[in-house]
């Protein structure tokens, strides 16, 4: 059973930056491709960003671009989410997710794909 911890949210003010970190257990982490999604209250699980297994590709929402970068590094099992210019619309549990098999390599906005999940981190970015 792969577990996925998310740490490094909170309350930040509007312009301001965080970073998630996800950090995995298992030996196959650098086989998998990873995301992240949100969900606010009331709304449906969105999709954010993913990273190739090799960390070679990475994609985002366009409502993300530009503001936020996912990287990973492999040797410590973990997957990061830097968010800079945040904003009020940005509030929301975020999750990391692994995807449902090894090398997987389409659909990364799809939570559908993905078989694993964190606990979720909350931001919240006032105003």
């Known amino acids: 059973q792969v577990q996925l911890v998310e740490s490094g949210g909170g309350l930040v003010q509007a312009g301001g930056s965080l970073r998630l970190s996800c950090a995995a257990s298992?030996?196959?982490?650098?086989?998998?491709?990873m995301g992240w999604f949100r969900q606010a209250p009331g709304k449906e699980r969105e999709f954010v960003a993913a990273?190739?297994?090799?960390?070679?590709?990475?994609y985002y929402a366009d409502s993300v671009k530009g503001r936020f970068t996912i990287s990973r590094d492999n040797a410590k099992n973990t997957v990061y989410l830097q968010m800079d210019r945040l904003k009020t619309e940005d509030t929301a549990v975020y999750y990391c997710a692994k995807k449902i098999s090894p090398y997987y390599r389409t659909n990364y906005d799809d939570f559908k794909t993905y078989a694993d999940w964190g606990q979720g981190t909350q931001v919240t970015v006032s105003s």
């Open positions: 298992g030996r196959t982490f650098s086989s998998y491709a």
């Open positions: 990273i190739t297994w090799s960390g070679d590709n990475t």
